[in-house]
């Protein structure tokens, strides 16, 4: 817990304060969170709703400051050297030919992001599967310390560096020698596709441990009296290593250190995506620390040092209890306007317990299904082709609290939000829901039509650095047991579309096999009431089955459909394992279902056979 005081103790006026929240608010400032300092004491922090003070906090490239930090006390350890050369940690990332300016590449010249890189190459390494490998790789046209270029995957080196000299993840080692040492037990890290902490961005924690982490450096590594990290390195990391001033935008960048960038008053601060801060005032013994949505870094410190730095004293102030009670009002009602719940239900009853198919779209979301659940309490599920299930609850009535996955920095997250839902009109309906982890806000609304049997979908946010806006079409589906009806012409037709050179003969010949097989199970795929897609499977075993056919209209492919039928057979037979047997052209469409692929090569015909199996249990 931070330590409290009135702000005249300190010198501060809360009149400066006042004037300071009432100019956040005149300039819609969409500041989440913020904690002030001075002296080592808490001046005053405050949490707009629905967020959560006490809840931690994405910090995008604010995370490059703590990795900075590691990387001195891996240092002062003994573990590295700021003029360790890089290619002695990766000899076996290393490309074929080594160019002198990446032989000559120093662990001081990451942190000063000054690697000798022209350009920034984030987007381009990004994408890769071997970030370590890609950086390497890449051209270093210029000697290390001469040019300064800011580089995200320049901390993902120093991450790995301290991993392979130490043995340990670098998320353990920070734990261990920092974070536990701060007492800051809640964070979260993420990481690179080969399980490195990512090093550059992705730390999440609370804007308190984010105020405490600016107060040890500004008691220059010191916390509670015991030293984290040595004053030689904190000197060295807060003075300027790389000149910044013209690659960098922004009026604050007076030279970078390492893995800090210094203010032309000698302050030191680091920035994230979408106004994210901490800040170091050495002349004035303050520090703060911000989360924001959307919120120039410059335009917080501005009206930080306007406000507040320059107009506090050095010593104590007489007490303004009217002001500072004014104040303290102030911060506990400042919220985010979010949608206004009317309690009006709408016509959900039609909706709940349907299940939608949605168009192709840019973030692969297959279905979204309508659950009812305890009192006026809902849920709806979206189901994506390439990552876990989002659950949203909601609520006509009131905000609800809960958690789902969704994204952060580089991955998809449980983490916590808040939703509100509300009719527009009869046929529309608007979720928004808060990520409070993270500054994203989030909107899926429902233009429902055809007695709510159909709708017009769209997503937005109101900021990322990955996720699309986007829109689709959503038509409600069923599945169900079609066996009786399995002679049925159209159904026979779609079951052709799965069978080699089909004919009358050979269509009744197995029709009449499924018809008598009581081992042999039937599913149908329903859009609108017509099928468009079917399913045959045959019990092996109680608990092992085999796919004996599935296929989909033409017109309908590539919808998932398929997918959906194998999970609903899955699910309604207690299906433990699952395979199939098929040649080249459809072992692609098992393979994205991610069943296993054995190659039984030319089993009958001229074809490559395959079996193709997946297990549903363990």
């Given at each position: ?184 037990n809640d964070f979260t890290w993420e990481y690179c596709k ?157 909706i709940t317990d349907n299940k939608y198919l949605l168009d ?114 959503g038509y409600n589906y069923k599945i169900k047991e079609i ?136």
């Amino acid at each position: 817990m931070l330590d409290y005081t009135y702000p005249e103790n300190t010198g501060i006026s809360s009149v400066h304060l006042n004037e300071f929240l009432d100019e956040i608010y005149n300039r819609n400032m969409q500041i989440t969170s913020m904690v002030l300092l001075r002296n080592g004491k808490c001046i005053f922090r405050f949490c707009k709703k629905p967020y959560d003070i006490n809840s931690i906090q994405l910090w995008f490239s604010v995370t490059k400051a703590f990795t900075g930090i590691g990387v001195g006390i891996a240092c002062d350890s003994g573990f590295i050297n700021l003029n360790d050369n890089i290619i002695k940690f990766f000899p076996d990332k290393l490309p074929e030919n080594i160019s002198d300016n990446l032989r000559g590449l120093k662990i001081k010249h990451l942190l000063s992001m000054s690697c000798g890189i022209h350009d920034n190459t984030y987007a381009q390494l990004y994408n890769q599967f071997d970030w370590l490998k890609a950086f390497l790789a890449q051209d270093f046209p210029h000697e290390g310390g001469t040019y300064y270029r800011y580089s995200t995957h320049a901390s993902y080196m120093l991450s790995a560096v301290i991993e392979r000299v130490t043995g340990a993840s670098f998320y353990v080692f920070l734990k261990e020698n920092l974070f536990d040492l701060l007492e800051i037990n809640d964070f979260t890290w993420e990481y690179c596709k080969n399980g490195i902490t990512a090093g550059g961005m992705g730390l999440s924690l609370t804007v308190e441990s984010a105020a405490k982490f600016a107060q040890m450096l500004l008691d220059e590594g010191i916390y509670k009296g015991r030293r984290i990290v040595s004053g030689e390195y904190i000197k060295a990391a807060t003075s300027e290593q790389a000149n910044n001033r013209l690659n960098d935008t922004g009026s604050h960048k007076n030279g970078y250190g390492y893995h800090m960038s210094i203010d032309h008053d000698g302050s030191f601060f680091h920035t994230g995506a979408f106004g994210q801060l901490i800040y170091v005032s050495k002349r004035k013994n303050i520090v703060f620390s911000v989360t924001s949505k959307g919120v120039k870094t410059d335009d917080i410190i501005d009206l930080i040092h306007e406000k507040i730095i320059n107009k506090c004293s050095c010593s104590n102030l007489p007490e303004f209890p009217e002001y500072y009670n004014i104040f303290r009002k102030k911060i506990n009602e400042l919220n985010y306007n979010h949608p206004v719940l009317n309690g009006f239900s709408g016509n959900i009853n039609l909706i709940t317990d349907n299940k939608y198919l949605l168009d192709k779209n840019s973030q692969n979301l297959v279905k979204i299904c309508f659950y009812g659940g305890e009192k006026d309490l809902f849920n709806i599920t979206f189901v994506y082709k390439n990552r876990k299930d989002g659950i949203i609850k909601f609520c006509f009535s009131s905000p609800v609290k809960g958690e789902s996955i969704f994204i952060k920095d580089i991955q998809y997250h449980m983490q916590k939000y808040v939703s509100y839902a509300v009719w527009e009109n009869k046929n529309s309906l608007i979720i928004t829901v808060y990520y409070i982890e993270t500054p994203y806000e989030a909107e899926y609304k429902f233009n429902f039509y055809d007695n709510y049997k159909k709708f017009d979908f769209s997503f937005k946010m109101n900021l990322s650095l990955s996720l699309q806006n986007f829109e689709s079409k959503g038509y409600n589906y069923k599945i169900k047991e079609i066996k009786k009806e399995f002679n049925d012409p159209e159904i026979l037709n779609i079951f052709s579309l799965c069978m080699y050179m089909p004919t009358k003969e050979k269509l009744e010949k197995r029709a009449f096999e499924y018809l008598t097989d009581e081992d042999v199970f039937i599913y149908g795929f329903f859009i609108d009431e017509k099928i468009t897609g079917i399913i045959v499977i045959k019990k092996i075993t109680n608990e092992n089955f085999k796919i004996n056919g599935i296929s989909v209209k033409t017109e309908y492919r590539n919808k998932y459909i398929g997918n959906l039928l194998i999970d609903y057979a899955a699910d309604v037979l207690n299906i433990e394992t699952l395979y199939a047997e098929t040649d080249d052209d459809a072992v692609d469409f098992y393979r994205k279902c991610n069943f296993t692929i054995e190659n039984l090569g030319y089993k009958y015909t001229n074809t490559i056979r395959y079996k193709c199996q997946k297990h549903f249990k363990i």
